[in-house]
């Protein structure tokens, strides 16, 4: 089918590919601007941009896609439908009624839960234990169309977002290729969303990254993990910020002290009383420092028996 691709991270990476190996016919690629990325601030092309140049795809990177312009130079291509992964900005009406086929979106959650930005990080954060991807019909809503296909993947206990997101990215792209051949078929199925079911994942901020230590060790462990490998959970220890990397729920026991308190150096790791359990800090990142095993981190930083993170 002639088709226009919209999607930036590498999490698309993998749905553009499948929609060129599967013979459809991409017309162009539309993603977000190039942006100055690491310490020096270079530009750098979004992942969808490199892949689309290797295949040598055109591609548009408007900074607003809200523009008659824009519209009327996509309506030019006539695509029969629009795939739109992980783009970043929601398409108008205008957009929406273009293809003929419709605006097709892969989600990285079971609609009508998690929809939002961050559905990968809020599954893990609150300690769910399946998720999935689903393939949608746009409308004008956030995450709110009608559905087309969703297959669901198992979260495990120390599964963190990074690693759980490399399986979502490959489980979306086989289920937008059995999505396009249903819709090429005229066989695609569509079930409206039942909105009381519905459940957000919205844009992390700090407050939500820094830890609470008088929560129990599950939910400070799922808050480590979720945030793993971007953006990072932290506490401070003596006015430095520590970044909590990879952690363990260790105990259920109450020690009676103070939540955040360090009671053990283990082997692998520091342990830390919460409000319900202990857990073991297992990687840890101080302040303007890599990421390195918390058992040394303790040597470095004297991270002592008895002191407490704030």
């Known amino acids: 089918m002639r088709t226009i691709f919209m999607g930036t991270p590498d999490f698309a990476v993998p749905c553009l590919e499948r929609l ?28 969808v941009k490199e892949t689309a140049a290797a295949h040598q795809i055109p591609v548009l990177q408007p900074e607003r896609i809200r523009n008659d312009q824009f519209i009327t130079q996509l309506a030019a291509l006539r ?15 205008s957009l929406l009624d273009l293809p003929p086929l419709g605006c097709i979106n892969v989600h990285a959650s079971l609609l009508p839960r998690y929809r939002g930005a961050a559905p990968i990080h809020w599954a893990v954060i609150n300690g769910e234990p399946v998720t999935g991807v689903t393939t949608m019909y746009m409308d004008a809503g956030m995450d709110t169309g009608d559905i087309i296909l969703s297959d ?10 990074g690693e759980l997101y490399e399986v979502l990215k490959l489980q979306g792209a086989e289920l937008l290729a059995k999505t396009m051949q249903a819709i090429r078929s005229g ?7 039942d909105h009381d079911l519905a459940t957000y994942a919205p844009l992390l901020t700090r407050e939500v990254e820094r830890v609470n230590w008088k929560q ?3 939910v400070v462990h799922n808050l480590i993990r ?16 520590f970044k909590l990397c990879r952690t363990r729920i260790s105990g259920s026991e109450d020690t009676g002290k103070e939540p955040g308190t360090i009671i053990a150096l283990s082997d692998y790791g520091v342990i830390v009383q919460t409000g319900r359990g202990t857990v ?3 990687e840890l990142q101080p302040e303007c420092r890599k990421k390195m095993n ?17």
């Open 20 to 47: 060129i190996s599967e013979g459809h016919e991409v017309v162009c690629v539309v993603t977000q601007p190039d942006r100055p990325k690491g310490r020096g601030r270079v530009l750098a092309a979004p992942p």
């Open 216 to 218: 129990s060790a599950a």
């Open 187 to 193: 066989t695609a199925p569509r079930k409206p969303q």
């Open 226 to 241: 979720g945030l793993n490998p971007w953006p990072g959970a932290y506490c401070l220890y003596q006015g430095k910020i």
């Open 152 to 161: 669901t993947t198992t979260i495990t206990a120390d599964q963190t977002t």
């Open 79 to 93: 695509p029969e439908v629009i795939v739109v992964v992980a783009f970043g900005q929601l398409l108008p009406k």
């Open 280 to 282: 073991e800090l297992l």
């Open 294 to 310: 918390a058992r040394d981190c303790a040597g470095g930083y004297c991270l002592s028996v008895g002191e407490v993170f704030d």
